[in-house]
C-alpha cells in the first residue's frame, strides 16, 4: 500500500461510516463464532489479524483474547506502534517468506480483512494461514467486490484483483478450508456505489487514480453508519446476493461441520426460490438492482451506453426512450440485439425470458411489448398440462415499423419491410412486404 493509504486509514478508522461498519460486522460474526469457544477456553483465545495496517482491529478483537499482527509494511508497524501494541506485531511478506509461523504458537482465530487482493499468490497467503491455524480454527476474511468498482480507491491501496463469492469461497475451499458463511455485503448501498464509480469513470476519468475518502458531514456519517447496521443483523440469518464486498467465515479440519453449500440447501425456501433455484434467485436480485440503475439513465445515448456495458449487441444511431425489460435472469441482456438506426418508443416492455433480435432500421412505436415466453404459473398449476410453459426467440427483420399498442408474441418473425398496424396483436409470423393489423393480426395487404 501507498504510504497515503495508511496515512488515511489511521485518520478515518476510528469514526468513519466504512471502517466502522467492516468493523462491526467483524466483531457481530466472531461473537457467533467463538461464543462456545471462547467459554471453553476461559478467554485465553489467540487472535491474528493477518495484514493488521495501523492496528485499531486489533484492540477491539483483544476483547476476545491474545491478538497480534502481522504486516508487510514498516509504515503499517510504525502507526501500530503508535496505538501501543508495539510488542504484538511483526513483519511478514507472505510473497517472500516461507511458511513459518512469526510468533512460535498456532491461533484458534485468524482475521484477514481487505487483504488478499494485495497479495500476488493469495492460494499460497491462504496455505500459509491454514497452517498457522490451530485444527478447528476459524479463519474470518473480507475482500472487495467486482472487478467492474475498481476505482480510485484500488489504486492507491494497490490492490491486485477484486473477488466474486464463487472465486473467493473457490479458493478458500481449495486450501481445505469448510466454508461456514459466504456472503456479500454493502448490499443496500451498492447502487449507490456502482453509480459513482461508474459516474467518475465517465465523467472524471482522472479521479480514478485518487481516493475520494474525506471528512463527511457527521449527520451523512451516521445515516450510512445506520444504513450499514441494518445489515449487521441481516447477516446473522441470511447471507447477501450482491454487494461492494464480500464476507467469508471458514473452518479448519472439521469434517463434520455442514459446508456453505448444505447450510443453503437446508435452508426454508420459499416456494418460487425451491422452483427456480438458489442461483437463479441471486441473479433475478442482482438484476433487479440493475434496472433501478437503468431508471437513473434519463436520455438516449446514456441508455445506449449502459445497455452495451451489460452485454448488448447495439448498432450505431439508436435512439431508445423509456423501456422496461423483466425476465432478465434467465437470458440475460447478452439476448437482446439491436441493429443500426433503431428507434425504440416510450412504456415499451421486452421480456427477456428468450432472445429478442432487431434488425435494421426497425421503429418500434410506443407501448409495444415483446413477450417471448409464456408460463401460467407454479409447475402445479392446473392449466400447465394444457398450456406447458416455453419460450422461443422474437425475430423483427429490416425495415419494419410496430404500431402503438401492439403486442409481438413469442416464436414471432416479423419479415422485412413489414408493417403491423396499431393495436395489434402479433401470434403468427408476418410475411415479408406485408401490411398487417387485428387482433389476432392478419394480413391486410402487400407492400410494394
Not at 110 to 128: F, K, N, P, W, Y
Request: some cysteine; aromatic content about 12%; proline content about 4%.
Amino acid at each position: 500500500m501507498k504510504y497515503r493509504a495508511y496515512e488515511l486509514s489511521y485518520a478515518y478508522e476510528e469514526r468513519y461510516w466504512w471502517y466502522v461498519a467492516r468493523r462491526n460486522i467483524l466483531l457481530s460474526q466472531l461473537e457467533c463464532l467463538l461464543h462456545k469457544r471462547a467459554a471453553d477456553t476461559k478467554g485465553k483465545l489467540r487472535i491474528l489479524d493477518y495484514g493488521c495496517g495501523t492496528g485499531l482491529n486489533m484492540k477491539y478483537l483483544s476483547k476476545f483474547g491474545e491478538t497480534y499482527g502481522v504486516d508487510t509494511s514498516q509504515v503499517a508497524l510504525d502507526f501500530c506502534r503508535m496505538r501501543g501494541l508495539g510488542d504484538y506485531v511483526k513483519i511478514y511478506d507472505p510473497d517472500n517468506s516461507g511458511m513459518s509461523n512469526p510468533f512460535d504458537e498456532p491461533f484458534d482465530v485468524i482475521t484477514v480483512l481487505d487483504v488478499l487482493e494485495h497479495i500476488s499468490d493469495d492460494r499460497r497467503a491462504l496455505q500459509h494461514i491454514h497452517e498457522l491455524l490451530k485444527p478447528e480454527g476459524i479463519l474470518l476474511v473480507m475482500v472487495p467486490a467486482y472487478k467492474f468498482l475498481r476505482s480510485g480507491e484500488d489504486f492507491v491501496s494497490e490492490h491486485k484483483r477484486r473477488y466474486t463469492s464463487e472465486l473467493l469461497g473457490g479458493k478458500i475451499r481449495d486450501t481445505a478450508f469448510n466454508v461456514i458463511k459466504l456472503s456479500y455485503f454493502n448490499c443496500i448501498l451498492f447502487p449507490l456505489q456502482f453509480t459513482v464509480v461508474i459516474g467518475r469513470r465517465i465523467f472524471r476519468p482522472s479521479s480514478m487514480y485518487r481516493t475520494i475518502l474525506s471528512p463527511l458531514p457527521q449527520f451523512l456519517n451516521s445515516i450510512l453508519k445506520s444504513i450499514m447496521s441494518f445489515e449487521v443483523n441481516i447477516l446473522h440469518k441470511y447471507n447477501l446476493p450482491i454487494g461492494g464486498s464480500i464476507l467469508c467465515c471458514a473452518r479448519k479440519n472439521t469434517p463434520n461441520v455442514l459446508t456453505y453449500q448444505e447450510r443453503i440447501e437446508a435452508l426454508p425456501k420459499m416456494k418460487a426460490l425451491k422452483e427456480i433455484g438458489t442461483r437463479k434467485a441471486y441473479r433475478y436480485v442482482l438484476y433487479e438492482i440493475v434496472l433501478f440503475l437503468f431508471k437513473f439513465m434519463l436520455v438516449s445515448p446514456l441508455r445506449v451506453w449502459f445497455l452495451r456495458m451489460l452485454g448488448v449487441k447495439m448498432g450505431r444511431d439508436v435512439i431508445m426512450h423509456d423501456v422496461s425489460f423483466f425476465n432478465c435472469y434467465r437470458k440475460g441482456f447478452r439476448g437482446l440485439k439491436i441493429g443500426d438506426n433503431c428507434f425504440i418508443g416510450n412504456q415499451c416492455l421486452f421480456d427477456l425470458a428468450d432472445e429478442i433480435e432487431l434488425g435494421n432500421n426497425v421503429t418500434i412505436a410506443n407501448r409495444v411489448s415483446i413477450i417471448t415466453h409464456l408460463n401460467v404459473g407454479y409447475k402445479d398449476h392446473p392449466l400447465h398440462k394444457f398450456f406447458p410453459s416455453t419460450s422461443k426467440k422474437v425475430v423483427i427483420k429490416d425495415n419494419s415499423f410496430i404500431g402503438i399498442n401492439s403486442t409481438i408474441l413469442s416464436g414471432v418473425t416479423i419479415g422485412e419491410g413489414s408493417f403491423v398496424s396499431a393495436t395489434s396483436l402479433v401470434n403468427k409470423d408476418v410475411p415479408e412486404n406485408t401490411f398487417v393489423a387485428g387482433i389476432p393480426a392478419k394480413p391486410i395487404r402487400s407492400i410494394s
